[in-house]
């Protein structure tokens, strides 16, 4: 008896890693085809559904909504828009990466706390806040009247905005990067007699590019895609202060359907541009690591 138990144990033992090696590759294709659907559902539907809206009519419908100038005002805004706020959200991110990262102060809990607020607040109450600064019944309106200054319904009220919405992408993924790498390299660069300036474009630049370009890119993306805070202070103009989700808005209203798509095919191409760029980034980024 004892003999066949002994037995009947191995036998399990043997058998016991085919049924778990059965049983975790049902699990894991269970949970692929769970993710497929879900995004199948919720991603490559609708983004089918834009392509074939746009080109309903046909390519010469395609790109003759493009020659609208309407459209072509709101292309050229969220280009201007995103080429004057990525750069200067860049130089905020480094800056205050650096000194979260390298430097102790008081209240830099809060300071770190304040970088976070606008994913934090929706984009609408962003745009408000300008309004109640800026706008004509705003602190600032009437001074600004009387020198006839336009923030809210122009230009700088949509960069302000954007702005606001856009700053923590860059400063978010360099504060633990800088963190994690620590100060050895730049004090031992101090010690050889390098400054500030040097040591920061020699040691420290090279060391947090790929996560500076990562940032850049998230930041990017947003700023072109931003709707909420920009619809508050824009004003709905069209010509002059519509982005393009706002001129997707408004030709979708008016039962454009076609020419609404057809920008909204153009921002989804910069979006997936935007995801190639990053898998590449991280990829690269994986690869100097290993």
Request: glycine share 8%; hydrophobic share 55%.
């Amino acid at each position: 008896m004892a003999g066949g138990a002994s037995t009947a144990v191995l036998d399990d033992l043997e058998t016991r890693p085919g049924r778990q090696n059965f049983t975790s590759s049902v699990v894991r294709n269970t949970f692929i085809a769970l993710s497929l659907l879900f995004l199948a559902a919720l991603l490559l539907a609708p983004l089918a559904a834009v392509l074939t809206v746009a080109f309903e009519k046909g390519v010469e419908a395609y790109f003759r909504s493009f020659a609208d100038p309407d459209t072509g005002a709101a292309i050229r805004l969220t280009l201007i828009t995103a080429a004057i706020v990525v750069p200067l959200n860049t130089l905020f991110g480094i800056a205050a990466a650096w000194a979260i990262a390298k430097f102790e102060f008081k209240g830099k809990s809060f300071f770190i706390t304040l970088i976070d607020l606008p994913l934090a607040v929706s984009p609408v109450i962003s745009g408000l806040v300008y309004v109640l600064l800026f706008g004509l019944q705003g602190w600032f309106g009437h001074y600004l009247l009387d020198r006839d200054i336009s923030i809210i319904f122009a230009l700088p009220g949509i960069i302000l905005a954007t702005m606001f919405v856009t700053f923590p992408y860059v400063a978010r993924e360099l504060i633990p990067l800088m963190q994690q790498l620590g100060n050895d390299e730049e004090e031992a660069a101090i010690t050889l007699g390098a400054g500030g300036w040097m040591t920061f474009f020699r040691v420290t630049l090279p060391k947090i590019r790929w996560g500076l370009l990562y940032g850049i890119i998230l930041c990017n993306a947003r700023a072109m895609g931003e709707f909420g805070a920009v619809s508050v202070v824009s004003g709905h103009i069209r010509g002059l202060t519509n982005t393009m989700p706002l001129h997707i808005e408004i030709l979708y209203n008016e039962y454009n359907f076609v020419g609404a798509f057809a920008v909204a095919s153009l921002l989804m191409l910069l979006a997936v541009l935007t995801l190639i760029v990053k898998t590449f980034l991280e990829r690269h980024a994986g690869i100097k690591r290993h």
